[in-house]
């Protein structure tokens, strides 16, 4: 599934809609601002084109270029053309808001994101039904901040945490990025995983991995995260089997114990 390699920069890529802009004078941003059907017909066609799926979005609250590039988009639903009236994907509210020369320099930082309602059959993001209530980012000023995921996965709990690098803090803005190594923990119904995720070379690795199904723990213990077609990394395959204890003990409980169960 494309779309789930694509899934951590698409909100930040949703900056780029139209390459054009990078070469636009301020002025004519400013301008096009004022044109809401063209600006919305553009987001449709980018949407459409990172999910393989026909967008269509129903109101547009605000979109700004300059100083920051800040959209608000409302009751937006994918369906396949063959079947317009079956919408497999669908999101309630989508913001996000970045400086306008991150966008030139593609630096991926960002001033905040909030997403709201999105529901996803199976096999559309993940391989099982999602529903995000929430998410956005955390920062109380006191703990590092953080992207925090809340919802419902294959009809389980679901809660992830994924830490940030606060690059900036003004009195009224901060400015956040992914750093290169990232604390991240997810909890599917009585399933946990904790760890950071960390860059070895070339190859991403998750540090001091830490699995917790039911009452039994694995772990810590660093795990490669290789991107090899007969290699599925623990995090795909607790995505695979959901809130399923038998099975995730089954399947993805190799990667600490040096069996081959991490093998398709």
Same mark, same amino acid.
């Given at each position: ?5 694509? +899934? ?5 890529k949703?900056? %780029? !809609? ?28 980018? +949407?459409?084109?990172?999910?393989? =799926? ?6 547009? &609250?605000? %979109?700004?270029?300059? $100083?920051?590039? *800040?959209?608000? =988009?409302s009751?937006?639903?994918?369906? *396949? %053309?063959?079947? #317009?009236d079956?919408? #497999? ?14 966008i030139? =320099? ?18 559309? !993001?993940?391989?099982?039904? +999602?529903?995000?209530k929430?998410?956005?980012?955390i920062? *109380?000023?006191?703990?590092? #901040?953080? !992207? ?14 994924? @830490? ?23 909890? !599917? @119904?009585k399933?946990?995983?904790? &760890? ?15 699995l ?6 694995? &772990? $810590?213990? *660093?795990?490669d ?11 795909? /395959? ?13 399947? /993805?409980? &190799? ?10």
């Amino acid at each position: 599934m494309e779309i789930m390699k694509k +899934l951590p920069g698409i909100l930040l890529k949703l900056s %780029i !809609i139209m390459a054009i802009l990078t070469g636009l004078s301020i002025g004519t941003l400013k301008l096009l601002e004022r044109q809401p059907e063209l600006l919305r017909e553009g987001i449709e066609n980018y +949407l459409s084109e990172i999910t393989a =799926l026909s967008a269509r979005v129903e109101q547009t &609250g605000h %979109i700004k270029f300059y $100083p920051s590039f *800040d959209m608000s =988009l409302s009751r937006i639903s994918f369906y *396949d %053309i063959s079947d #317009p009236d079956f919408f #497999p994907m669908t999101i309630e509210l989508m913001e996000i808001k970045m400086p306008f020369l991150s966008i030139l =320099l593609n630096a991926r930082n960002f001033e905040s994101v909030n997403v709201q309602g999105l529901k996803a059959k199976p096999g559309i !993001i993940f391989p099982k039904a +999602l529903e995000v209530k929430e998410a956005g980012i955390i920062d *109380d000023g006191i703990l590092p #901040p953080q !992207i925090h995921v809340k919802g419902k996965y294959d009809d389980a709990d679901l809660d992830i945490h994924i @830490g940030l690098e606060r690059e900036k803090k003004t009195a009224e803005q901060s400015l956040y990025k992914i750093a290169k190594e990232t604390a991240f923990s997810i909890k !599917i @119904g009585k399933i946990s995983l904790d &760890g950071t995720f960390a860059e070895k070379g070339r190859q991403p690795v998750f540090r001091e991995a830490l699995l917790q199904v039911g009452d039994t723990t694995y &772990g $810590p213990q *660093d795990l490669d995260l290789s991107a090899d077609e007969d290699y599925v990394s623990i995090t795909s /395959c607790l995505f695979e089997y959901g809130a399923n204890e038998a099975l995730v003990k089954e399947h /993805c409980t &190799g990667y600490f114990n040096g069996d081959d169960n991490n093998k398709k």
